[in-house]
């Protein structure tokens, strides 16, 4: 998937690893979601510590917390989506992220956690407007490379996420107030850089041309209806459950235990991203029809079922240091590899989710499966870890097994259908 960068040297090593999108609309809107996530990365895996630290706020508190956020970011979805298809796009991104750059700055000066769950919020809705923007520049392009420029969003967005997550390791090393301050100025610096970076995109007019904006809500509110599209966007939600205790997960975990070092976070993290980097874009290369991306997500589900195991053993067992820290980091690396098919499987499954009418609307209600994910993950990995029991984690691993068969049986179906759609062609023909 990888495209060359003829001219630019210093983008050669990389493009060798990572798929480089050529000139043009996508490499801009491409290269904001790696800054935007980079800073987002960064203050997600910091602010249960912050929260714990600073705001004397416990576990539950912090994933309720975080579920709160969540809330904010699946009801400003269709909003969202009828704005993408309404406003002049670039201006309203660029008003987005500046909202979200001072919002963050405000964590400067407060400890709060009320009002540190109104800034979460406020950003958590303000960053669906650039979000579904992106995307829908990306379903705007011409067929043959819309596939590919979506996987190499998805790629360098959770790439970004990676960058940012391994980042936290020298602020929760040095522990201190100001190392946190640092921390959000550099979120803030990424949201005003990638605000500037998608700007630069057809900044006064509307990016494509879709459904009519006086029809959006309808549209959206149709494409909701739908229940093959409500399906899609819980199945969503449900793979993407690992992905909160791959980056929320390991932080509660990490904290709520006194003998795990608060740097760990980074340092897993950072492992995280290594194997992103060195796997995501072979991965995402062999996913390239609707049947793979279902295999790709099945995938997922079972090794997010195998990684759940691995944190439910840390989470019940009472263990050494070295013990502790062993299973933490092989719970991370299991979690990796479902993040590498999920990611390779979600540009797929988003276009075989996707509507012919109002393309904004119809992304934005598959990004809800994801936001519903992230509303009920937080809270949903607090309870496992407050617990201590087993029953919990073991029917959290059932649930991903039985996602596992199902996305088996879907894919199974797709291919009975291809090739009776294909058998039938050729007695047409």
């Known amino acids: 998937m990888a495209q060359r960068i003829d001219g630019h040297a210093p983008w050669m090593m990389i493009a060798r690893i990572l798929p480089v999108p050529e000139k043009g609309a996508a490499r801009p809107v491409v290269f904001s979601g790696f800054v935007l996530n980079a800073g987002a990365g960064l203050q997600e895996a910091l602010m249960p510590f912050f929260l714990l630290k600073f705001s004397g706020a416990s576990v539950v508190h912090v994933g309720a917390v975080l579920t709160m956020a969540a809330v904010g970011a699946v009801l400003a979805v269709l909003p969202a989506g009828y704005l993408c298809e309404r406003a002049p796009v670039g201006r309203m991104i660029v008003v987005a992220g500046a909202i979200q750059a001072l919002a963050t700055l405000a964590l400067l000066i407060t400890d709060s956690t009320v009002i540190v769950a109104c800034i979460l919020i406020a950003c958590a809705m303000l960053a669906q407007v650039a979000r579904i923007a992106r995307t829908t520049v990306i379903v705007s392009l011409a067929p043959q490379e819309r596939s590919v420029v979506l996987a190499q969003f998805g790629i360098w967005s959770n790439l970004g996420v990676g960058v940012g997550m391994a980042a936290t390791v020298f602020f929760l090393w040095v522990g201190e107030r100001w190392a946190y301050n640092l921390a959000f100025l550099i979120t803030a610096g990424c949201f005003v850089g990638s605000a500037l970076l998608r700007s630069s995109i057809l900044p006064r007019r509307r990016m494509l041309d879709g459904a009519p904006p006086e029809q959006s809500l309808l549209t959206a509110m149709r494409v909701a209806r739908n229940l093959r599209h409500a399906a899609m966007s819980m199945l969503n939600a449900a793979v ?190």
């Open 240 to 429: 993407f459950i690992h992905q909160v205790l791959l980056t929320v997960g390991v932080s509660l975990v990490v904290a709520a235990d006194d003998n795990l070092p608060d740097w760990l976070v980074g340092f897993t993290l950072g492992l995280n991203l290594a194997i992103s980097i060195l796997l995501q874009s072979p991965v995402a290369a062999r996913v390239k029809t609707a049947g793979n991306a279902m295999q790709a997500w099945s995938a997922s589900a079972a090794l997010s079922a195998v990684g759940v195991l691995v944190f439910g053993v840390g989470a019940v067992g009472a263990w050494p240091t070295t013990t502790a820290v062993t299973i933490v980091v092989v719970g991370i690396l299991v979690l990796s590899l479902a993040e590498l098919w999920y990611v390779a499987g979600q540009a797929e499954m988003s276009l075989l989710h996707g509507s012919s009418k109002g393309q904004a609307t119809s992304q934005a209600v598959f990004l809800l499966g994801r936001d519903l994910g992230a509303m009920f993950g937080p809270l949903l990995i607090a309870a496992l870890i407050t617990t201590h029991r087993w029953f919990p984690w073991l029917v959290s691993v059932v649930a991903f097994m039985v996602l596992t068969l199902l996305l088996q049986g879907m894919r199974r179906r797709w291919e009975r259908r291809t090739a009776a759609f294909e058998a039938t062609s050729e007695l047409a023909s």
